[in-house]
């Protein structure tokens, strides 16, 4: 099990992604992390090799980037699971 520390904003972003993957807009939609640090958030679990993004070209804008978990995010998460259940 891998233990590393998150924020509480991470963790939030990590319980969204782990259900599949994920957009930053869908992230923010979905829990109240405030629009000025989602990216931010984002930015630094891929740095941490928590999350990684699968960029998707679209006609108009920037691409879209999906967020989802690495293996080392997955075990990051169950050590969260296990600590916030007292294992």
Same mark, same amino acid.
């Given at each position: 099990i891998s233990y590393m520390i998150v924020s509480p904003r991470e963790q939030q972003a990590l319980k969204i992604i782990e259900k @599949?993957?994920?957009?930053? +807009?869908?992230? !923010?939609?979905?829990?109240?992390?405030?629009?000025?640090?989602?990216?931010?958030?984002l930015y630094t679990l891929r740095k941490k090799d928590?999350?990684?993004?699968?960029?998707?070209?679209?006609?108009? @804008?920037?691409?879209?980037? +999906?967020?989802? !978990?690495?293996?080392?995010?997955k075990r990051v998460l169950k050590g969260l699971s296990l600590l916030e259940n007292g294992e």
């Open positions: @599949g993957e994920a957009t930053g +807009f869908q992230i !923010l939609g979905q829990k109240d992390i405030p629009p000025g640090t989602i990216y931010k958030t928590i999350i990684q993004g699968r960029s998707q070209a679209r006609e108009i @804008g920037a691409p879209l980037v +999906f967020y989802s !978990l690495t293996d080392r995010g």
